[in-house]
């Protein structure tokens, strides 16, 4: 395959963009995550992703790894909030709503008291990967320069 053909963006169903961000947030250390599926109690997303960090850096850096980790794969939160104080990050990825916490502002809203009725998703329960992505040609290896 050239690298001069273009590629299509692959688009991750709103699960797989869930569990994305949940697995991005792992990277950072994030704790007690949980995903919710809000999808038949409203209009607004499908999924709520909620974690948490134990400080406002920690917050932060969970929400700019996840940010990083979602555009390599050029998908791009509608908007982000709560950045400046990085006590409760809000981004809105539309289907997908991730909110980072700091672990005592979290305890505060109680968001999964708010969405009693959402199903949890288990994060074992990984959707498989997009058909577009198992397609890639067989890697080979380089031949060895001789000397």
């Given amino acids: 395959m050239s690298d001069s053909i273009r590629r299509n963006p692959i688009v991750l169903e709103s699960k797989a963009k869930a569990f994305a961000i949940a697995a991005a947030s792992l990277d950072k250390k994030a704790e007690d995550i949980v995903v919710l599926d809000v999808g038949k109690l ?4 499908d999924y709520l992703v909620l974690c948490s960090g134990g400080s406002d850096r920690q917050v932060r850096a969970i929400a700019d790894h996840i940010d990083g980790s979602l555009a390599q794969q050029r998908i791009h939160p509608l908007s982000i909030e709560g950045t400046s104080t990085s006590q409760w990050i809000l981004m809105d990825y539309g289907d997908v709503i991730g909110h980072i916490f700091r ?5 505060h809203y109680a968001l999964e ?16 990967a997009p058909a577009a992505a198992t397609t890639r040609p067989a890697r080979t290896k380089p031949a060895r320069a001789r000397g």
Avoid: E, M, Q, Y
């Avoid at 672990?103 to 305890?107: L, P, Q």
């Fill in 103 to 107: 672990t005592d502002v979290r305890a």
């Fill in 113 to 128: 008291r708010l969405w009693g009725d959402a199903t949890h998703v288990r994060l074992s329960d990984k959707p498989p």
């Fill in 42 to 45: 409203t209009s607004v997303a």
